[in-house]
Nanobody, 124 residues
């Protein structure tokens, strides 16, 4: 079982910065994709940023130029640097990881895991 541990949320004024971290724990063979979704009250969960094992990055239009995603493959970790935060960025941010876990000496099974969510609040 793969568990994700998130940290870094909090309260910040508009224009400020926060850095979210997420580390995957467990028996992992490989990680294909990592990233962050967010969900504001009354809204659907939306993709904020993702990064593949090859380094391909996808960012939501609303965060381009302000947020940066990066990963540390050695630590099975992904980070979201959020600058120039706006009140509209207020949401619970969820980390996700997709990859393969070993199942015996030769079998590999796909997995997908979510973090517990971390609150980001941006005051105006």
């Amino acid at each position: 079982q793969v568990q994700l541990v998130e940290s870094g949320g909090g309260l910040v004024q508009a224009g400020g910065s926060l850095r979210l971290s997420c580390a995957a724990r467990g028996s992992i063979f490989s990680i294909n994709s990592m990233g962050w979704y967010r969900q504001a009250p009354g809204k659907v969960r939306e993709l904020v940023a993702s990064i593949t094992d090859g380094g391909s990055i996808d960012l939501a239009e609303s965060v381009k130029g302000r947020f940066t995603i990066s990963r540390d493959n050695a630590k099975n970790a992904v980070y979201l640097q959020m600058n120039s935060l706006k009140p509209d960025d207020t949401a619970v941010y969820y980390c996700y990881v997709r990859g393969l876990v070993p199942d015996g000496p030769t079998r590999r099974d796909p997995f997908g895991s979510w973090g517990q969510g971390t609150q980001v609040t941006v005051s105006s």
